[in-house]
């Protein structure tokens, strides 16, 4: 699949969405940069398991490019998470990885 080229802004809340996450123990690489549609970040959570965040502002939809490659990614089995705030994504990941969080 083809991704077009789009220069990437940087969404308001996404300092502060990675510098929380890291004072909460998370490694975060940043690869907003990267463009073509995927994702803001890749997360390895402070329990070992690796994810992919989307940033967006509450009001933001995600773009063309960002949809195709969410759509594709979850039809290779990945998710990728949107994170509107670093307290929101932590709720929804310890959520989803309650059984390996709490141990």
């Known amino acids: 699949m083809a991704y077009g080229y789009t220069v990437r802004k940087v969404d308001r809340n996404h300092a502060a969405i990675v510098q929380s996450l890291r004072n909460l123990h998370y490694k975060v690489w940043d690869t907003h940069s990267v463009g073509c549609g ?16 989307e940033i967006k502002m ?16 979850k039809v290779a089995g990945g ?20 059984h390996v969080a709490s141990s």
């Open 38 to 53: 995927g994702p803001d970040l890749v997360v390895l959570t402070p329990w070992g398991c690796l994810e992919l965040v």
């Open 58 to 73: 509450p009001s933001e939809g995600l773009t063309e490019d960002e949809a195709r490659w969410h759509r594709d990614w």
């Open 79 to 98: 998710h990728v998470h949107i994170a509107y705030s670093a307290d929101q994504l932590h709720q929804d990941l310890l959520k989803e990885h309650r």
